[in-house]
């Protein structure tokens, strides 16, 4: 009779420690939704679309990134980088919107949170309207925007 409480004790103790098991790495492996992550920590200040908020819009920043950087990976790792410690150095706006905006912020993100929205953002932009000299017509247009 006790082999068969220990046989059972030790069964439920194994099937106790698969789900919990299972539910941490499912959790764990879970992906960071980079939308929910600009909902959260970004949209008080900049819109997707114009006109902008406090910041520059998503859109516009998105395009500089794909001017500035041919691979995705590499737009990405550098935008999250930024995010995480802006500097002018950093920057792909220009001067006037450094002028008229300031530099943002380091953002308090995860390693996770900053290349799933960082992913996010350089998935927003198709082509399209938003290249170099392409804004609202509010500024002088000439298409220079990001610092070389």
Request: charged share 20%.
């Amino acid at each position: 009779m006790n082999k068969i409480n220990d046989m059972l004790t030790k069964a439920k103790v194994l099937a106790l420690s698969g789900l919990m098991l299972w539910g941490f790495s499912s959790t764990a492996s879970a992906a960071v939704d980079g939308k929910a992550v600009f909902d959260r920590s970004c949209s008080v200040c900049h819109s997707i679309t114009p006109p902008p908020k406090s910041a520059p819009p998503i859109l516009p920043i998105s395009a500089r990134y794909h001017q500035r950087y041919s691979s995705r990976a590499e737009g990405i790792k550098q935008m999250a980088d930024f995010i995480k410690a802006p500097s002018k150095e950093k920057v792909l706006a220009d001067q006037q919107a450094i002028t008229r905006f300031g530099l943002m912020p380091a953002i308090p993100l995860s390693a996770e949170e900053l290349a799933a929205v960082s992913a996010w953002v350089w998935d927003q932009y198709s082509g399209g309207q938003w290249g170099p000299g392409k804004g609202q017509g509010r500024g002088t247009g000439q298409g220079g925007c990001y610092q070389q």
